[in-house]
C-alpha cells in the first residue's frame, strides 16, 4: 500500500525530522482534491548496487540502492504516492548472468532484483524485452516471488487472446484530500512491451507466445478497464518516445499510445533516455519542457536506476469518481556530473536494500572474476592502429556472431554481413599504460571491459559497397599523408581518436597512404578525389559499389556519431536491446573457447624504400614478431614512457 498521509500528521512529521518542501498540489489541493506522485524506476537491469562489475569498482551513477534512498524523501513531498517499475529488470549486467547461468532458479527461489523491488516498495511493473531474454520458464520462476503485480497486455499464448501475464490490473486504493479525509480510487495499470521481442528472442518465443501491436492493443483494453471501474489509467510503456505517426507493431510506440483515449499519463522507457529533457525538443506532440505527451503527463527515468521518474498530478472527485486536472513531470537523479567532468553522488545507497542482496552481490563478484571460456591466443591492442589486431578482431567475430541470428527471418537474411569494430586503449592521451593486454588462458567477464570500454549497444545498418568504401576512407584518416621514399616520417594523426578507427570484418582492402585523406577531423569532406582505399574486395572480388550489405556496429556509429559515410542513422535496420559487452560474453561463454587470431584483412599498400615510426606501449616488444601483414621492428623509446617502432612500407 502506498503511504498516505493527512496533512496534519505531514507537517507533524516534517517538525519532527526537518523541513521538507511539500510540493505544490499537496499546498493547494482543499476538500475533494487530492494530490497523487507517481514514482518510476525503468531499466534497472539488475542494477541494484552502485557497482560496474564489469571494471570490478563502485560507481555513483548507478543502483536501485541509490533509488530507493530518494524514495522516501520524495514520498514525504506528496500526500500519496504510488512507486512503479517499467521493465527491463531481469537482465542487463553479470549479476543477472549469474543467477541465470550460474546458481539458476529453483522453485521457492527469490532473484536478486526481485528482493530489492520487494524491498523499495515496488507496487507495480510491466515486463521488458530483456525480461525473455532467459527464457519463459525463468521468467515465470522469477516473477513468482514478486510482491507486487507484474502485467503486460500485448503478449499473447499462441492462436490465442490469452496474454502471457495479467494484461493490466486495477488497485483498489484510499487516497486524502486536502482535508484529510480519506477516498477510495482506483488506479488502472497497463503495461506493453516492444514486439519485437518475437526477433530479439526469438529461440525462447516462437511457438510459445504471439505479440500484438502495443497502440491496438491499447484501444482496445482501455474501455475495458474504465467499464470495471479505473478513475485514472496509467500505461507503463516499456517503449521509447519516437514517432507521431502511428505504424503497425511500432517499437518506440509512446507518442501514438499517448493519444489513446482514456489514457491518463505514461510512463516510459526502453530508451535508456531522460524524460523531460531537451533530447525530446523536436519530438511532434511532445513537450520536452513540460513533460507531455498529447499533453498527457510522461517520464522516463534513465537507466540502471540514474533516475527516478516523477509525474504529480491533482485530482478531483467528480460524482463518485476522480478526474486529472493539473499535472507536472520530472525527473529526479541520484548523481550529478560537474563541470570538470567529475561524478558528485547526490545520495548514498539504502542499507536495507543493500543488506538484501548482499549475498547475491558477493557471489556476482566471485562469478565475474572466474573465467567463462578460455583465449588460445593473447588479446592485446599494442599494433591495434598499424595493423589487423586480436583485440578488435574479438569483438568484430562476436558482433558477427550476433547480427547472423538476428537478422534469421527477416528481409536482410541472406545478405553479407560485414563487422565494423574500432580499437578503444590504445594509447594516446591515457598514457603508455593504456592498452588491453589478456594473456592466452583463462577470460573472465571483468575482462570484457578491457575489450570494450562502452556500454554501447549492437545496431547494425544497410549499406552499399560504395559507402562501405567511404566508411573505410573516414576511418584512414588515423594516418598522415606520407611521401614516398620518406624515411622515419610519422605515420599517426594525434588529434584522430582511436575509437573512430573502425577496422571492417569481412572483406579485405589495403591503405595507400602517399594519398591525403579525404576526410577532414570531424567528417567533413576535404579531398573529393582522393584514394587512400585501394584493392576493396570481397570474397576475392572488386567490391560492387552497388552490393547492399549488413554492416554490424554499435549505437554510436550508427546514429551518426564519428560522422562516417552511410551511419548517419537513417540506414539502421536493427536496434539491438543487448550490449555490445554482454554479446561479446554470451559469445565467449558459447563458444568455450576462442582464438581470434588477426587475419591480416586490411594492410598498407607497399611504398617502395618508405619507413614510418610509431609510438604504443613498452610490452608491444613482446608480440611485434607475431603481427601479421606489416614488417615491425623497435626503433627506440619514444616520448612520456612510450616505446617507439618503425614499419618498412
Not at 536501485?64 to 542487463?92: H, K, P, W, Y
Not at 532473484?111 to 523491488?117: E, G, Q, R, S
Not at 552499399?464 to 621514399?485: C, H, Y
Not at 567533413?524 to 554490424?552: C, H, T, W
Request: glycine share 10%.
Amino acid at each position: 500500500m502506498p503511504i498516505t498521509l493527512s496533512r496534519r500528521s505531514f507537517l507533524a512529521s516534517t517538525a519532527a525530522g526537518g523541513l521538507i518542501a511539500l510540493h505544490p498540489f499537496s499546498l493547494r489541493a482543499a476538500a475533494g482534491q487530492a494530490h497523487l506522485r507517481l514514482m518510476e524506476t525503468t531499466d534497472l537491469h539488475v542494477h541494484v548496487y552502485p557497482y560496474d562489475y564489469y571494471a570490478d569498482r563502485e560507481v555513483d551513477t548507478v543502483g536501485l540502492s541509490r533509488t530507493a534512498s530518494i524514495v522516501n524523501e520524495i514520498r514525504a513531498e506528496a500526500t500519496n504516492s504510488l512507486l512503479l517499475d517499467n521493465g527491463d529488470f531481469l537482465q542487463g549486467n553479470p549479476m543477472g548472468d549469474y543467477i541465470a547461468y550460474e546458481r539458476g532458479m529453483k522453485e521457492g527461489d527469490s532473484h536478486p532484483v526481485i528482493t530489492a523491488m520487494n524491498t523499495v516498495g515496488i507496487e507495480a511493473s510491466t515486463l521488458g524485452n530483456h525480461e525473455f531474454n532467459y527464457g519463459l520458464e525463468f521468467l515465470t520462476k522469477a516473477l513468482a516471488g514478486s510482491g507486487f503485480p507484474v502485467v503486460c497486455a500485448n503478449i499473447t499464448k499462441p492462436g490465442s487472446s490469452e496474454t502471457l501475464l495479467e494484461p493490466y490490473v486495477i488497485l483498489e486504493r484510499e487516497i486524502t484530500d486536502g482535508a484529510g479525509e480519506s477516498h477510495p480510487i482506483k488506479i488502472g495499470i497497463i503495461g506493453f512491451v516492444p514486439p519485437q521481442v518475437m526477433n530479439w528472442d526469438r529461440k525462447h518465443l516462437e511457438g510459445n507466445v504471439e505479440a500484438r501491436d502495443i497502440v491496438t492493443t491499447a484501444r482496445a483494453l482501455v474501455p475495458e478497464m474504465k467499464e470495471k471501474g479505473a478513475d485514472i489509467v496509467i500505461a507503463l510503456s516499456h517503449s521509447g518516445i519516437g514517432s507521431a505517426d502511428e505504424t503497425d507493431m511500432m517499437e518506440n510506440a509512446s507518442v501514438p499510445l499517448a493519444a489513446v483515449d482514456g489514457i491518463d499519463c505514461i510512463l516510459t522507457g526502453h530508451s535508456h533516455l531522460v524524460f523531460p529533457s531537451s533530447t525530446y525538443a523536436d519530438f511532434a506532440a511532445v513537450d520536452a519542457e513540460a513533460g507531455t505527451i498529447h499533453g498527457k503527463p510522461a517520464a522516463m527515468a534513465g537507466f540502471w536506476g540514474s533516475h527516478l521518474g516523477l509525474i504529480d498530478l491533482m485530482l478531483e472527485r467528480d460524482g463518485s469518481s476522480w478526474r486529472v486536472t493539473g499535472h507536472s513531470a520530472e525527473a529526479r537523479p541520484i548523481s550529478k556530473r560537474e563541470e570538470d567532468r567529475t561524478i558528485t553522488a547526490l545520495v548514498e545507497g539504502d542499507a536495507a536494500v543493500l543488506e538484501a542482496v548482499k549475498a547475491e552481490h558477493e557471489a556476482t563478484l566471485e562469478y565475474v572474476r572466474r573465467a567463462v571460456g578460455t583465449t588460445a591466443v593473447p588479446l592485446h591492442s599494442y599494433f591495434a592502429l598499424v595493423a589487423d589486431d586480436p583485440s578488435v578482431q574479438i569483438v568484430s567475430n562476436a558482433q558477427t556472431w550476433y547480427i547472423a541470428q538476428m537478422m534469421e527471418g527477416t528481409e536482410w537474411e541472406g545478405l553479407p554481413i560485414l563487422s565494423a569494430a574500432a580499437p578503444f586503449k590504445a594509447g594516446g592521451r591515457g598514457g603508455p599504460e593504456y592498452y588491453t593486454d589478456v594473456a592466452p588462458g583463462a577470460v573472465a567477464i571483468k575482462n570484457v571491459a578491457d575489450l570494450y570500454l562502452y556500454p554501447n549497444t549492437v545496431r547494425a545498418v544497410a549499406i552499399t559497397g560504395a559507402q562501405v568504401k567511404d566508411w573505410l576512407e573516414r576511418s584512414a584518416g588515423m594516418f598522415n599523408q606520407i611521401e614516398p621514399g620518406a624515411q622515419d616520417a610519422t605515420l599517426l594523426n594525434p588529434d584522430f581518436p582511436s575509437y573512430n578507427f573502425d577496422i571492417m570484418d569481412g572483406v579485405t582492402y589495403q591503405i595507400d597512404l602517399s594519398q591525403p585523406s579525404k576526410y577532414g577531423p570531424k567528417g567533413e569532406l576535404e579531398n573529393p578525389d582522393a584514394n587512400r582505399i585501394v584493392n576493396l574486395q570481397f570474397e576475392g572480388q572488386p567490391i560492387d559499389p552497388a552490393q547492399k550489405f549488413v554492416v554490424a556496429t554499435n549505437n554510436y556509429r550508427a546514429g551518426g556519431g564519428g560522422t562516417f559515410p552511410g551511419a548517419d542513422g537513417s540506414t539502421i535496420i536493427f536496434e539491438g536491446p543487448d550490449t555490445n559487452r554482454d554479446v561479446i560474453v554470451r559469445y565467449i561463454v558459447d563458444k568455450g573457447e576462442i582464438a581470434p587470431a588477426a587475419d591480416a584483412n586490411w594492410t598498407f599498400a607497399p611504398l617502395e624504400g618508405t619507413t614510418v615510426l610509431f609510438e604504443t606501449g613498452s610490452k608491444a616488444a613482446d608480440y611485434a614478431a607475431s603481427v601479421k601483414g606489416v614488417t615491425i621492428e623497435p626503433a627506440g623509446d619514444g616520448a612520456d614512457g612510450f616505446a617507439a617502432f618503425r614499419i618498412t612500407l
